[in-house]
């Protein structure tokens, strides 16, 4: 079981009469009868007990399968999306004001964007997790699990219905004319099983088990696990790592990013990016014509590789969104972001460069005219050494069309 129930069953066993009156008021002087400590012993023994059998089958699913097989498949994301969907229409998923900025999600009721992962797994992911067994949604959906081939890195900013689009996105999307094909192979697996934290991990666990599930050593958390999983042969299971990017703000503010950027550079697990396409509603989506959100984004960006200025161009480039640098990343809870930062201290530099990399490798993807201009700049080696180990993805299907 997990550290959570057993606090609660410890606080149960160590439960002290003389601490709680009869009327249960706080009192050193009044005394309960047996009869009222035997009533108030056995309901908390009670409630610790059912809050237990809620999650026992999560905790022992999760203590069996090992984290690198809970995946889903791309029709359990779209059985996902149409649920979430539903919720939404129905008035289930609140706007609520973000807890760090203080602010409501402007996109929350867009159709291309819609209520942000965090109020997802908040009212619905949590709620029938807990009515599952207590789970992940991955687990819930493949108990016996499925083998990893790809991990993906996002943040809980985006909105879900953006986060579905980019899926499909990447999984039937084109390679970019942008990408460097005289080194880089297509490395999306024909079926995919995804490694995503909001549906792979158990989300309605109680806090204190989500922090020992995570651990002390960020090394060892399902995170790095996943991404470190190996065959029998030896080979990485992980075929590439997908960045999903959004229109909020740059994954990498986010240090559990950060992380998994470290681990997959060390590993030297191959990127794989979608390009951010201007916004543009089509007919076929529900609320056609209703303005895009105002949300953060750079008017122009600027290219600069190796010292080198590439000059600025009016592209929107959702990596940078309010980075600057990932020694200023953040995390929700303090425990975490101490132990991130001492797993990444001494490489931030090359994080940096890397994130560098792929924006530029993103940027001149986007391009049209202006290629040869970074080309004479560059050279035809710096080209390739740019694009080196990152596949941009563009020309999504039609339905999913908007970035």
């Not at 990343?329 to 090359?350: F, H, M």
């Not at 080209?383 to 080196?388: D, G, Q, S, V």
């Amino acid at each position: 079981m997990g550290a959570g129930c057993s606090a609660s069953r410890s606080a149960a066993l160590n439960w002290s009469p003389s601490s709680v009156s009869s009327n249960g008021n706080n009192s050193n002087n009044s005394k309960p009868t047996a009869a009222a400590t035997a009533t108030a012993t056995t309901a908390t023994t009670a409630a610790t007990t059912t809050a237990c059998e809620v999650y026992a089958q999560g905790f022992e699913l999760h203590r069996r399968v090992p984290a690198h097989m809970w995946c889903v498949m791309e029709a359990d994301i779209d059985e996902f999306v149409k649920k979430v969907a539903l919720a939404h229409a129905a008035g289930r998923i609140p706007n609520d004001t973000h807890p760090v900025t203080g602010k409501n999600n402007e996109a929350h009721d867009h159709p291309l964007f819609g209520p942000s992962i965090h109020m997802v797994v908040k009212y619905v992911v949590v709620p029938e997790s807990q009515a599952a067994g207590g789970m992940s949604w991955a687990l819930a959906r493949h108990p016996h699990g499925l083998p990893i081939n790809i991990f993906m890195t996002h943040c809980w900013e985006e909105g879900i219905y953006e986060f579905h689009r980019k899926v499909k996105r990447y999984i039937h999307g084109g390679i970019s004319a942008g990408t460097n094909l005289e080194t880089e192979t297509d490395s999306r697996p024909a079926t995919p099983h995804i490694w995503c934290c909001f549906l792979a991990n158990p989300q309605c666990w109680p806090r204190q088990d989500l922090k020992e599930l995570l651990g002390q050593d960020p090394m060892k958390s399902p995170f790095a696990k996943a991404l470190m999983a190996k065959h029998d042969t030896g080979e990485l299971l992980v075929e590439c790592v997908w960045l999903m990017s959004n229109r909020a703000t740059s994954i990498y503010t986010r240090l559990w990013c950060v992380l998994e950027l470290k681990i997959a550079m060390d590993l030297g697990l191959p990127i794989v990016f979608s390009l951010p396409k201007q916004c543009r509603l089509s007919s076929s989506v529900s609320g056609a014509g209703l303005p895009i959100p105002k949300l953060t984004r750079n008017p122009l960006q600027a290219m600069r590789l190796n010292g080198v200025d590439l000059g600025s161009y009016s592209v929107t480039d959702q990596l940078l969104l309010g980075f600057d640098g990932v020694q200023h990343a953040e995390c929700s809870d303090p425990d975490d972001a101490k132990l991130i930062r001492e797993v990444v201290q001494g490489s931030e530099g090359q994080l940096d460069t890397l994130i560098e990399r792929i924006s530029c490798a993103n940027t001149y993807a986007m391009l049209v005219r202006d290629k040869h201009e970074i080309k004479e700049k560059l050279g035809k080696e710096a080209i390739k050494t740019l694009l080196k180990g990152i596949l941009v993805i563009e020309k999504a299907e039609a339905s999913y069309d908007g970035g």
